[in-house]
């Protein structure tokens, strides 16, 4: 008897996942399904006008701007699959094993989390501010130490070869805190025996990071670094409020290409066939990178 109820507990619970699925449905897997369909028609004046096959695949497959948005995409996907995480857990490090008292450590804690509170448009205004060349406070620093000038300022945004990186670095800055929130709490799970007996042995805190700490989290490290990496494949908002693709098309992601084909050229059907090719590519890319981290888990754990 208790084994029936169990079990038809075990159904009925399944039906408190139907709202998410509603909404993923409505929001995510519609749209897609949308957007398959769409790019095999041409569409004109925002209706389906003819059936076309392949013909928007084949333009795509010959635009080299499609693969220059591709080649900045996957650039900005690796970066932030490794350099938010890395960020984040050296803080974590540091504020377990450096930091004695738990009110400061909590309150650092805090303040290095909150830029992860603010959008990613609020986030772009403010280093809009930051990186301006004539009144942010960079170049007012670069400046004092003599590297920079009022009469030649330093526009690290505005330079092909310094402004994906610059914009890059304030996605380390507003996603290192959550790194480094996720990386404390595993970190706390560590345990303490393993610490204390490693301690009597003679290991120094470097040692006890390197081989007891790292180790035991290394299934939380794999996964914050494919969070990071699917987030990253979706870089719009930074970039747009940034950059907006440019200078030129130095820092035109995928994403922002396919939102000036949609909604500036009014081309959605192309904007259709960009968005299932990286679809396309997104899972291909996370399920080899997937694998990788799975062998590395399986190595640690």
Do not use: C
Request: glycine residues 8%; hydrophobic residues 55%.
């Amino acid at each position: 008897m208790k084994k029936k109820l169990g079990e038809t507990y075990s159904i009925f619970s399944y039906f408190y996942l139907l709202p998410a699925l509603a909404l993923m449905f409505v929001f995510v897997f519609l749209p897609l399904i949308q957007s398959v369909g769409y790019s095999f028609y041409r569409i004109r004046n925002m209706r389906l006008d003819k059936f076309v096959w392949f013909e928007n695949y084949q333009i795509l497959f010959a635009d080299g701007l499609f693969w220059n948005s591709m080649r900045i995409t996957i650039q900005w996907a690796l970066m932030a699959a490794i350099f938010p995480g890395f960020v984040g857990l050296v803080l974590a490090l540091l504020l377990e094993f450096r930091t004695k008292n738990m009110a400061l450590s909590g309150i650092t804690r805090t303040i290095l989390f909150m830029p992860m509170m603010m959008s990613g448009v609020a986030v772009g205004l403010l280093w809009s501010l930051i990186y301006n060349p004539t009144l942010g406070i960079i170049n007012g620093l670069l400046t004092a130490v003599g590297l920079s000038s009022n009469a030649n300022p330093v526009n690290l945004l505005g330079d092909g070869k310094t402004a994906l990186f610059a914009a890059f670095f304030t996605t380390v800055w507003q996603g290192s805190g959550l790194s480094m929130v996720t990386f404390s709490a595993a970190l706390q799970g560590v345990s303490s025996d393993i610490i204390e007996a490693s301690m009597i042995d003679g290991a120094n805190k470097f040692q006890q990071m390197r081989h007891i700490s790292i180790p035991s989290i290394i299934g939380t490290i794999t996964t914050i670094i494919t969070i990071n990496l699917i987030n990253g494949f979706k870089a719009f908002d930074i970039l747009m409020v940034l950059t907006g693709g440019g200078p030129g098309t130095s820092t035109l992601s995928t994403s922002l290409y396919m939102y000036r084909q949609g909604f500036f050229a009014l081309k959605f059907d192309y904007a259709a066939v960009m968005q299932v090719v990286l679809f396309i590519s997104v899972t291909i890319f996370v399920v080899i990178v997937n694998f990788l981290l799975k062998k590395v888990n399986e190595r640690y754990t």
